[in-house]
């Protein structure tokens, strides 16, 4: 029997339906593959700051890192206890004057401007300001991680003096603050390391003072270990 003109069968219809529900489900999981792949250092940052700007420093166990209702994505007891670990570390430094402490990918680094140890073109630490140093030292004695410290400077040539090239004096800056840390504070010296960079990793471009004042710095970075 022939079909009547203008009938339809109705075949082929439901693939339209499928495919639509195919491509739906697609962008779902690509979604959710997305949200779960989380920069652990960016957010880590982001989190201190908050905290530290408007006066939210506790750290509240158990917390998850929401991405946006309703996903959630927890953190692992393990990635958990690492992120918890750092926070706990910085909290410790952030009543001393003059440090600036910050949330890193691998640890806590405090920030220590030319001006709060140094004299200009000098690496010798200042008398004055031992102190701060001191104060730095005690809390690193109960954090028990490998510390790096680092001597970085701006652009501009050194002219005369003692050293003949920035690189010299970076290195110089951190080798005395770990000497410090060893001999006059009793930190582990196989805890410790130093490192100079010279102009090579600026906080900023170096076309004003006031850049040039940030980026002259020596920076202990507190290396926290992942359990």
């Known amino acids: 029997m022939r079909a009547r003109k203008g009938a339809s069968t109705g075949t082929g219809k439901w693939l339209l339906t499928f495919n639509d529900l195919t491509t739906l489900l697609l962008t779902f999981f690509v979604l959710i593959l997305s949200c ?29 890192i929401k991405v946006f209702v309703p996903f959630i994505v927890p953190l692992s007891s393990r990635v958990q206890g690492y992120y918890s670990r750092k926070i706990e570390v910085a909290e410790a430094f952030k009543d001393i004057e003059g440090v600036e402490v910050q949330v890193i990918d691998d640890g806590v680094s405090l920030r220590l401007g030319e001006t709060l140890l140094f004299d200009s073109g000098s690496a010798g630490i200042k008398e004055g300001k031992r102190a ?6 005690r809390v690193l004695q109960d954090a028990g991680e490998e510390i790096v ?14 050293y003949e090239s920035n690189w010299e004096l970076s290195v110089a800056r951190a080798v005395n603050v770990v000497k410090f840390l060893v001999e006059e504070a009793a ?27 940030r980026n002259r710095r020596v920076d202990i970075v507190i290396k926290v270990k992942k359990s």
């Open 36 to 64: 779960s792949n989380l920069n652990e250092g960016k957010m880590e940052e982001i989190s201190w700051s908050f905290r530290r700007h408007f006066g939210f420093m506790g750290y509240q166990k158990g917390t998850d």
């Open 132 to 137: 701060v140093l001191m104060d730095v030292a």
């Open 149 to 162: 410290v680092e001597g970085h400077t701006d652009d501009v040539p050194l002219r005369g003096g003692v």
């Open 187 to 213: 930190l582990a010296p196989e805890r410790l390391s130093a490192a100079g960079y010279a102009d090579t990793r600026p906080l900023g471009p170096n076309n004003a003072k006031r850049n040039r004042e």
